[in-house]
């Protein structure tokens, strides 16, 4: 599966970390799984509670639903999970 490397942006911690993400997960699949691994970056500082990905550059929710290709997110795009 074809991967994206993205700038994901954690403000609850003050942290960005660079991510490869595949590009055919839903949003909502992927937003769990990089707030699993936020919490165990963060030693259990980020506690997170029905995570949303957002374009840090915007400030827009990203659908769900969609996956990064249906989004047309980039390399080197910058999120937010919020």
Known sequence: MRELLLELHIPAIGKSYDVGVPVGLPMHALAAMLAQAAQKLSNGRFLPVDPVLSSSDTGIILDINATAEELNLQT???????
């Open 76 to 82: 080197g795009d910058r999120l937010m999970l919020i």
